[in-house]
């Protein structure tokens, strides 16, 4: 039986804004050996002056991990954010024909395609086609990573992200965008959200 799992994600980096704030600036007055100007509220001022002139190198001297649960094809379009770390879940090495992946696959239901529809019957059918056609293929002696290649696009694959706010920032400007896929938009909007709540005064501009 095909698992549908909706797309979610997890921040793993512990974020205190203060301490993120006060890295930053310590950082960024280097470049004009100001420590003397550090005080109380200074971080936050620094750090909103750098953001407004667009001297977002500095902000690269902080960065965050995040996981996603999501399909293989929207980590193909993260992973070409190519100034970040990626760590994914392998279909070469996890066989989803195992107790320990319940003897099955999961996938990801596509934004756009709405339960109880005729494009949903047929995307249904279509991986639990895959699904079957995989456990076969296994049960046939041959190895996870070959009997990989039916596996759909819409298998959930874990990947865990790690960049640093200014390519955040870049990765939300486009992935937030109208013109972005809508599945990467459904994971995207909400991250960028919690960013701002988290450090609104480095992502609070984005829209």
């Not at 006060?22 to 004009?32: F, M, V």
């Not at 649960?69 to 760590?87: F, K, M, N, P, Q």
Request: charged letters at 25%; one cysteine or more.
């Amino acid at each position: 039986m095909v698992k549908i799992l909706s797309p979610s994600f997890e921040i793993l980096t512990p974020i205190d804004s203060n301490v993120v704030l006060k890295h930053i600036e310590r950082c960024g007055r280097t470049c004009y050996q100001s420590f003397d100007k550090i005080d109380d509220g200074s971080a936050e001022r620094f750090a909103a002056h750098i953001v407004e002139r667009h001297h977002e190198s500095v902000i690269e001297h902080f960065s965050i991990s995040v996981k996603f649960i999501t399909d293989r094809g929207v980590s193909h379009e993260l992973v070409r954010h190519r100034l970040a770390a990626y760590s994914q879940e392998s279909t070469r090495y996890c066989c989803y024909a195992k107790n320990k992946f319940q003897n099955e696959i999961s996938v990801i239901k596509p934004v756009q395609i709405q339960a109880g529809t005729p494009a949903y019957d047929i995307w249904l059918q279509a991986v639990q086609s895959a699904e079957e056609s995989y456990l076969k293929l296994v049960q046939s002696g041959e190895k996870a990573e070959n009997a990989r290649a039916v596996l759909p696009t819409c298998l959930k694959t874990e990947i865990v992200m790690t960049a640093n706010i200014r390519e955040w920032r870049h990765v939300f400007k486009m992935r937030c965008d109208p013109a972005a896929h809508p599945d990467i938009r459904a994971l995207m909007i909400p991250l960028r959200e919690e960013f701002k709540k988290k450090i609104p005064v480095l992502f609070e501009d984005l829209v």
